[in-house]
């Protein structure tokens, strides 16, 4: 929770660690939310990791439950 800017704007995080908060998912959402929400200018940079971030774990969600889906209902 902590390593999502909800609270905080990125900005207050020095530049040499912003990198860190970019691989976070909600990190792009949320702070293009806040920059639709006060007319600040999108960070794409930001979204678009955040998007391929959480299609790489979409699409190893899928193959993992794909893989595991015939044992699934034996081990519950």
Request: charged share 15%.
């Amino acid at each position: 929770m902590y390593a999502t800017p909800i609270i905080y704007p990125i900005s207050f995080v020095p530049e040499r660690w912003r990198w860190v908060l970019v691989l976070n998912p909600l990190t792009g959402i949320i702070d293009g939310f806040r920059a639709a929400l006060f007319s600040h200018p999108i960070a794409w940079s930001e979204l678009g990791v955040s998007a391929a971030i959480s299609l790489t774990f979409l699409v190893y969600a899928v193959f993992s439950f794909k893989r595991m889906e015939r044992e699934f209902a034996d081990i519950i």
